[in-house]
């Protein structure tokens, strides 16, 4: 019996992932969170074989937390399971580490495949992924640009600007000074060529960072 974490932080889809859709005969479901955060160092604890992840989660996204499962249990399958989808997102989140991506309009027989496919090694992407996965083979330049020409700290500040948290707020949560959350600040604007919080805020719901809900 494989043991799985879900990461998503709507109550009603985790629920139904863990109690609909998912076999008990074959999985034990042992980590469930909405936060990405706690789902994250959850899963660093303990270790689950598979996992079922959301993108845009409150305070640590999916692919951050891709980005760290890779380093740390590179061995735990991963399977994407979002409403958010552009080309530059799904190939963000393969180089990432995602072994398989569901969108969430899919039915719930889509679901149940990818998860029998990723969680014993394979790789799956659900019909509509598929079509903006060959978008991105076909056009390399969607995604070297924009959200991947920051560095993690930046692509932190930037979803922790979008949930409406003040610098001094940033600087506490990252346990860094003012100034470097002030620096870091300056630089992602100079980057993406983005002055205002409005604007920030949309590039990050563009960008699966957060939902518009968070």
């Not at 039915?107 to 990723?118: A, M, Q, T």
């Given at each position: 019996m494989k043991?799985?974490?879900?990461?998503?932080?709507?109550?009603?889809?985790?629920?139904?992932?863990?109690?609909?859709?998912?076999?008990?005969?074959e999985y034990n479901v042992i980590i469930e969170s909405g936060d990405g955060q706690?789902?994250?160092?959850?899963?660093?604890?303990?270790?689950?074989?598979?996992?079922?992840?959301?993108?845009?989660?409150?305070?640590?996204?999916?692919?951050?937390?891709?980005?760290?499962?890779?380093?740390?249990?590179p061995e735990t399958q991963v399977?994407?399971?979002?409403?958010?989808?552009?080309?530059s997102l799904v190939r963000e989140l393969l180089q990432a580490g995602a072994h398989g991506f569901v969108e969430k309009s899919a039915?719930?027989?889509?679901?149940?495949?990818?998860?029998?496919?990723?969680s014993n090694g394979g790789s799956y992407f659900?019909?509509?992924v598929a079509?903006?996965?060959r978008e991105a083979m076909a056009d390399p330049r969607s995604s070297d640009s924009g959200i991947n020409i920051l560095t993690k700290r930046e692509r932190e500040i930037l979803q922790l600007i979008a949930e409406s948290h003040s610098t001094r707020?940033?600087?506490?949560?990252?346990s860094i000074s003012v100034k470097t959350a002030e620096n870091h600040r300056t630089n992602l604007m100079r980057k993406l060529d983005l002055h205002d919080v409005a604007s920030l805020t949309r590039y990050a719901i563009n960008n699966g960072l957060i939902s518009i809900g968070n």
């Open positions: 043991t799985v974490a879900i990461i998503e932080d709507q109550t009603a889809i985790r629920e139904m992932v863990s109690q609909a859709v998912i076999d008990p005969s706690i789902g994250c160092d959850s899963c660093l604890e303990q270790k689950p074989e598979f996992v079922i992840l959301d993108v845009m989660l409150p305070n640590l996204n999916g692919t951050e937390i891709l980005r760290i499962f890779r380093e740390k249990i399977l994407i399971f979002s409403g958010y989808q552009s080309p039915p719930l027989s889509e679901l149940r495949k990818g998860i029998e496919i990723v659900g019909p509509e079509l903006l996965l707020d940033i600087a506490a949560k990252l």
